[in-house]
């Protein structure tokens, strides 16, 4: 049978600009592309500026993950000048990591992946009154009457009979890849609605300690919020019990409403065990008990898994300039030799499109096709996010963690390899928004405890005059943002910002080739996808959401150095 | 079939003489001719809902995110009752060349029916192969889409200014995205990202009273930004009287102070943060103890470091033992007074002395001068 090759661009549902070409033949998938297709050269701009702005800078990369840029842009900075931040930010810091996972793994299920699942128009034919019983059949949440998923159907059929579809426009409904009845699929539909209106809630802990969200405020050497019991302008006991309340209201929704509905989905997909792609996994680990220079302290292990071998555990050095490289051979970049990588403190990259002019149907994959980098850990691909982490944390035995996997692997009668695949993926997204959340719980008894013993320090100035500082230093920030292992790499000199990487999980993920044409895990997760109906490629969709892409966080982070560029710098 | 905007005006209690005096006064508005009159008539009397095509630009989808916050109206029901959301890649079921097909069937079916909602900047560099849609460049997305729009709303600050992108040295030449669309009203809504409310309230404004809001001279709606942070500042009274923070968590930042020795921009600052406030009223920056970055301000990335005070630029506020500025004074609170009557350490507090013009805190013209930073056209 003849091959043929298939792009989607935009892929929507996601964050950023990316495209995907593949090229199937028959029905499957036999080699595959990613494209990020933004550019916006962040590093090049906080160059020169102040290391304590550059938070707000780089934050900027991304407003989906909007905490996990600053943190690890602050936390790239303390590790250069040896700041020691107090217990109360290291706490508050976590509660914002595990708020900003909770939402955003929530969002991402029902709103950025949910319709690569639930087919909407097909919930059209279900009985409310089936609906009610699956729904009080598996779980205690409330909002399960058939009078209510009777008002949810009306409100679809109203949409779709309206002829303005909005935003279920064109979409593949019907498509054979769908495999839940009508009745699961009303019960989806509700919980959308019922999701979105929910995520703004938890979110408003972000608002509480940093000011706002999207894009919440912090500060090098702490946080910016202070705390002080006998005074009702900061934190004191109403802004705690509102942050208590929202995370009260989380472990409800997301204990009766996503847990529940992804194993009920989860259930009918349970033959779809494709999307594994590589077999490599990375977590930089993070939520430290008590410093982020203790590994061992913390909440998220640290580690590598190669070929899916759960017996071995790999650490990670980010410092090790062997360790994690940058590879730009098939990037719109160049480097004096094509081939080599480059650690992020020495990140040297210079523009180069060489790809097709503008307006153009295809990419070149022999050529560069991506503005994205090509991340290797010891020359390796690797898969970042809430698999990954899990893989680690369950390879290190982490009894929580372990826990969760295996009763609902027991629950969906599958065994522990199904966890290496687009399923998989997903499950362990969901799985660790109930990690999160239970530590939300956790992490608020110890802040209070914390402040109950007399302790409500939120930041160390000692620091902060740039005249205490060295002429120069270097340093590196990380974190475990929801897509998976996030550092940022700086250099500062005579109290400003020398040189500055970010190497994002999108980057990582995302990633096109290299030049030993080891494929970027979206590509490889492709490869042997089957497609029912070739036209309309649910299935590379819901593969590549899986993963839940972030592709302004991918592409922002190359310097162009191109001739234009360097006039400009020259004037400056 | 749901009800028409007609249908839902009359339910209102608006005549059928004052709904057709609203269509010719949206016409005028939006530079229509006279024959575009009954045009919108009919859309608004047979079309259920407004149909809008949101494009994400060169940008990093805080907007959209902000977007989704909206607490009244509810997001969940201004997409799925109040318009027609067509195209918004965030959130569309649609991919690829399908979702392609969505905007451009809203482009031709709603041809000067619909509204634009533009979040990201424009790329100009290297002919647009820094931000590309279905192998396009940005230009050609926006412009085409701009076309038949009644209206632009430039949703944040990448698309009514560049933002972070757009900073110095601006490597991929973003700019706003009115420097590309010409030929249609822009309506700014800058913040990055504006809060909820004035995004979905600039579009519920619409819906509701049939005008697009009035707008400040720099095209922004007046609902929401004409007021300077500054002026409703749960901590504006302790810079009144002169208590200031002087570092992060501070005996004054215990207690609530101003963080204008902080690098606060409030003062210049044309928000709804210290109104609206974030997240459905749960606070906003400086109300949690940061700040002000001025993020709705034209390039606010490039008006130096965040924490160093805008000291000197403040017509009238002086340091303690200066008396230029109280010989002026009009309201002049003595430093010694205010401290004593707070208890409060900072004794080197700074003084309001002139509180004559009350919208213009801040001599712009001078700080831009001084920083070096060319005036906005």
Known sequence: MATKRIVIDPVTRIEGHLRVEAVVDGKKITDAISSGTIFRGIEIIVKNRDPRDVWAFVQRICGVCTHTHALASIRSVEDALKIKIPKNANIIRNIMSATQDVQDHAIHFYHLHGFDWIDVVSALKADPAQTSSIAQSISAWPLSSTNYFKEIQTKVKNLVESGQLGIFANAYWGHPAYRLPPEVNLLGVAHYIEALNWQKEIIKIHAVFGGKNPHPNYAVGGVPASINIQDN????????????????????????????????????????????????????????????????????????????????????????????????????????????????????????????????????????????????????????????????????GDQEIKQLVDSSLKKLNLPLEALFSTLGRTLARALETQHRVNILVKLYDELIANIKSGDTATFNGEKWDPKTWPAEAQGVGFCEAPRGALGHWIKIKNGKVDNYQAVVPTTWNASPRDAGKQLGAYEASMIDTPLAIPDQPLEILRTIHSFDPCVACATHLLDPQGQELLTVMTKK | ???????????????????????????????????????????????????????????????????????????????????????????????????????????????????????????????????????????????????????????????????????????????????????????????????????????????????????????????????????????????????????????????????????????????????????????????????????????????????????????????????????????????????????????????????????????????????????EK
């Open chain 2, 1 to 375: 079939m749901q009800e028409s905007y007609y249908q839902w005006a009359v339910k209102k209690g608006i005549t059928r003489r004052e709904f057709l005096q609203f269509c010719t006064a949206m016409a005028a508005v939006l530079g229509l001719e006279a024959s575009a009159v009954p045009k919108i008539v009919n859309a608004l009397e047979t079309k259920s809902r407004l149909p809008v095509i949101y494009l994400n630009l060169q940008e990093c989808t805080c907007c959209s995110e902000s977007f989704l916050r909206s607490g009244h109206p509810l997001a969940s029901n201004l997409i799925l009752n109040l318009i027609s959301l067509d195209y918004m890649e965030v959130l569309q079921a649609a991919a690829g060349e399908q979702a392609e097909a969505a905007k451009q069937k809203t482009m031709k079916d709603f041809k000067n029916n619909y509204l634009l909602v533009v979040e990201g900047s424009a790329s100009l560099g290297e002919e647009g192969v820094y931000c590309t849609v279905g192998g396009r460049t940005t230009v050609s997305i926006l412009e085409e889409a701009a076309e038949g729009a009644i209206a632009v709303i430039a949703y944040g600050t990448c698309a009514t200014d560049g933002c972070v992108q757009g900073a110095n040295p601006n490597p991929t030449k973003a700019v706003p995205i009115h420097q590309v669309v010409k030929n249609k009203p822009v309506i700014k809504v800058p913040g990055c990202p504006p809060i909820a409310e004035t995004i979905t309230g600039t579009i519920v404004h619409y819906l509701t009273f049939g005008t697009l809001p009035e707008l400040t001279p720099d095209g922004r709606p007046k609902a929401f930004y004409q007021h300077k942070i500054h002026e409703n500042c749960n901590r504006r009274a302790f810079f009144d009287m002169g208590l200031f923070v002087e570092a992060f968590d501070d005996q004054g930042a215990k207690e609530g102070w101003c963080l204008f020795k902080m690098g606060c921009r409030g003062p210049m600052t044309n928000n709804a943060c210290a109104l609206t406030g974030w997240n459905e009223g749960t606070s906003y920056p400086i109300k949690s103890g940061h700040p002000c970055l001025g993020c709705s301000e034209n390039k606010f990335f490039d008006k130096g470091s965040f924490y160093a005070p805008l000291s000197g630029d403040l017509p009238g506020v002086t340091k303690e033992g200066d008396n230029s500025g109280l010989t002026k004074g009009v309201i002049g609170v003595a430093a010694g007074a205010a401290v004593g009557a707070v208890g409060g350490a900072v004794a080197s507090a700074w003084v309001l002395t002139n509180r004559k013009s009350k919208k213009q805190y801040v001599d712009e013209e001078k700080f831009y001068k001084d920083k070096g930073i060319p005036e």
């Open chain 1, 233 to 396: 302008s900061v934190i004191n006991i109403d802004r705690l019990s509102f942050v208590k309340s929202k995370i009260d209201e989380a472990k409800v929704f997301v204990d009766q409403v996503l847990i529940p509905d992804i194993l009920a989905i989860a259930g009918f997909y349970k033959n779809d065990l494709w999307g594994g792609g590589l077999s490599n996994y990375m977590s930089y680990g993070d939520l430290p008990k008590n410093s982020i220079n203790e590994p061992e302290s913390f909440m998220v292990p640290r580690g590598i898994v190669l070929n899916r071998d759960l017996t071995k555990v790999y650490d990670i050095d980010l410092k090790d300039p062997k360790q994690i490289q940058e590879f730009v051979s098939h990037s719109w970049f160049r480097y004096d030799e094509p081939n080599t990588g480059l650690h992020p403190w020495d990140g040297k990259t210079e523009a180069h499109y060489d790809g097709p002019k503008p307006p153009y149907t295809n990419l070149d994959e022999s050529k560069g096709y991506s503005w994205s980098k090509s991340p290797r850990w010891q020359g390796k691909s690797m898969e970042v996010g809430p698999l990954a982490r899990f893989v680690v944390a369950y390879a290190k």
